[in-house]
Structures are given as C-alpha cells and as structure tokens.
C-alpha cells in the first residue's frame, strides 16, 4: 500500500510482524523505510475533545510520517493544487507529509494516538500556520 496521494504525500506501508495471539511487532528504520534521517519524534494523547482539529499548518523544509498507533483519524491534505481527505486507521501504515503541504487532523476515535517521525528539530521558524502565508510560500511552484 504505498500508495501516492499526490506530490510530496503518500502512504507507506511496514512489516507486521505477529499474530493475533501474541500481538504484532511493526519497525521502522531511518533512511530505509522511513524516508528521511529521523531527528524528532513526537506523539499525541489523551485527546478529551474528540471534535478538536490539530494544525492547521504547513512547513517550509520539514519532512514527517504519521501513524496512528491507536484508533482512526482523518487527515485534510492540500498542496495548493490538490485537496484530499484521507483515513488513517492501521498501526503499520504511515502517512508520509513533506514540505509545503497544508494539513490538519480531525475525526479522531477515541483513544486515538498518534506517533510522528519529523526529519527536523523542532522550530518554530519552519511553520506556516496562516493559509495565506503558505500560499504565498509555494507560489513560485506553480509558475511555469
Ligand atoms: P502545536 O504545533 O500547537 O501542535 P499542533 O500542530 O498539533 O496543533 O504544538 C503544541 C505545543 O508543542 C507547542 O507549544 C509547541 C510544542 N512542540 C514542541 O515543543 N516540539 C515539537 O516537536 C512539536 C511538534 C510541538
């Protein structure tokens, strides 16, 4: 299932490992299955509000894979051309967002968490977490 989206967002699919009796084992390592040299990882909890959004935001360099290791969420996709709504749903699929991409997550399950592998140190320079700014970051994308 490594499936593209579109341009710099794509699914990415990691052994499962187990069975139902044991549980199962997913790995990830940097720059083999995970894209990028991994320098952060972060995760998500404890979500009270099931009706929260998380982001709005897009980044200028930094690279990440989502995964949800808990529960389901939807995550809105926009790289100024396209705008996709995706499901996420299984621990061994990864959602991998790149650079200069708008994105949210909403819908969450309860008990959702989330894991996230960046390929950046965290800062705060590298967000654009106004929509205009993001379009105006990616403008000369698009020019031809
Ligand atoms: P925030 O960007 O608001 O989360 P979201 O995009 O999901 O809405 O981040 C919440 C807080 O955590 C904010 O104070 C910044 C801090 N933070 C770090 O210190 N390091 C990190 O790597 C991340 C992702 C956030």
Same mark, same amino acid.
């Given at each position: 299932?490594?499936?593209?989206?579109?341009?710099?967002? @794509?699914?990415?699919?990691?052994?499962?490992?187990?069975?139902?009796?044991?549980?199962?084992?997913?790995?990830?390592?940097?720059?083999?299955?995970?894209?990028?040299?991994?320098?952060?990882?972060?995760?998500? @909890?404890?979500?009270?509000?099931?009706?929260?959004?998380?982001?709005?935001?897009?980044?200028?360099?930094?690279?990440?894979?989502?995964?949800?290791?808990?529960?389901?969420?939807?995550?809105?996709?926009?790289?100024?051309?396209?705008?996709?709504?995706?499901?996420?749903?299984?621990?061994?699929?990864?959602?991998?967002?790149?650079?200069?991409?708008?994105?949210?997550?909403?819908?969450?399950?309860?008990?959702?968490? %989330?894991?996230?592998?960046?390929?950046?140190? @965290?800062?705060?320079?590298?967000?654009?977490?106004?929509?205009?700014?993001?379009?105006? %970051?990616?403008?000369?994308?698009?020019?031809?």
């Amino acid at each position: 299932m490594n499936g593209k989206i579109f341009e710099n967002c @794509y699914f990415l699919e990691f052994p499962k490992y187990g069975d139902n009796k044991r549980g199962f084992l997913t790995v990830f390592e940097e720059n083999k299955n995970i894209p990028f040299k991994i320098k952060r990882v972060y995760y998500i @909890y404890e979500i009270g509000d099931l009706t929260q959004i998380r982001g709005p935001h897009g980044h200028k360099k930094t690279e990440q894979v989502f995964f949800n290791l808990n529960g389901r969420a939807t995550y809105y996709l926009d790289n100024g051309k396209e705008k996709k709504e995706i499901v996420l749903d299984k621990p061994n699929i990864g959602l991998y967002i790149g650079p200069k991409v708008w994105h949210y997550i909403k819908n969450y399950s309860k008990n959702i968490v %989330f894991l996230v592998v960046a390929s950046t140190f @965290y800062e705060e320079s590298d967000y654009l977490r106004n929509y205009d700014d993001f379009l105006d %970051f990616i403008k000369d994308d698009f020019r031809i």
